[in-house]
């Protein structure tokens, strides 16, 4: 099926990897059950249910609101699922659709709640207070203006958000520091363009994208079209830099790489209902004219950014170096509530071009890079640690570990990657 057919249909589908992602407020139907076993309400179960739910409104030590009750019995329903089905109140909900549009009030980091409550650091936006403050990939925040989290509060990361001017203080537990520590920061309005670029050298581009935006493809066509421009004409090569990319918008990933793609299967996604199930193909023109590509990756890059990276690799397109990445390969589709509230559920997994599932192994790249010895963070860094998360093909215990790459090493790596590329592109031309 090809894009242009499909993209009504996967603007339900998130490559979310946190609750500060990407959301389209339209309800994702659900359909009928595969099995009638499947369709069968347990009675036994509900009826267990309501009796602890009397027994609790009865005799605690203490009156319990019935909504308050109800709204914790349905988070207890999403909790145990995986890391990345979660309840979102209403004022939650709207803030998780405005950070689509790329502008939101708040400190600029992308997160992951784990069991306990504590925030897991995905990655810091570009140029945020979060950024600019040093806060890391892999970093867990443990409380929020001396706050300790709950582990059945749901999205926890709620109090990050603000009004810009205000200060909050965060409590971060690093590997390679013997305590916590705080950080103070000073909210703002998060603009985040998602798309930046530049030429390394004449003839060879660089283009960063930071996050899956809805506008993100057409700002990296644009960006791209003014490097060709400055090049005089044509790129010799591309670095796309999807470092500590924690994912987004899944049509915006399909997009870039339907510009650079001629043909070809881009990602398939599968899941229990006929809704999950969907193909996306490339549609003919490759904007850089089959130019060489190398796309930049470390253990921060995660959901969209590996569909990304999977097409281009698996259809012969791109070069990848750096890191394994995170290994987020399930889709999240938003179902809005009648009460404002939303449902963020897991509902497929993600499949590359050669059939390959990312999740809990992430893309291991054709040329490995590694960080810095000085450095501090964490290296078990990927989905396979998460605490319930979904098993991947093949998965094995400390399958899908990646580093954290910072700094402009990684992008001098990739530059002489792409070098190679260009010399073996032109040798045969040369032989003739």
Known sequence: MSLRRLL????VLLAASAPAQEAEPDVAPIEAPDSEADSKVPLGEIRRYVAVYNAVKQAYVEPIDDRKLMHSAIRGL???LDPHSVYLDRDDAASFEEQSRGAYDGVGVELLRQPDGSLR???????????RAGIRSGDVI????????KPDEGDSSGPLRGPPGSKVVLTIVREGRDKPFDVTLTRETIRVASVRSRMLEPGYGYVRVSAFQADTAADFAAQVDR????AGGRLRGLVIDLRSNPGGLLTAAVQIADDLLESGRIVSTRGRIAISDAEFSATPGDRLAGAPVVVLVDAGSASASEVLAGALRDNGRARIVGSRTFGKGSVQTVLPLDNGDSVKLTTARYYTPSGKSIQALGITPDVVLHAEKSDERIRNYSEASLPGHLRGDGETEGSGAGEVLDGDAPIAAALGELKKQVAAAAAPAKRG
């Open 78 to 80: 999403l909790f145990d």
């Open 227 to 230: 490097l060709e421009a400055q």
């Open 8 to 11: 009504p249909l996967a603007l």
């Open 142 to 149: 443990t409380a929020i203006d001396g706050k300790p989290f």
């Open 121 to 131: 650091v995905i990655a810091p936006i570009d140029d945020t207070p979060a950024a």
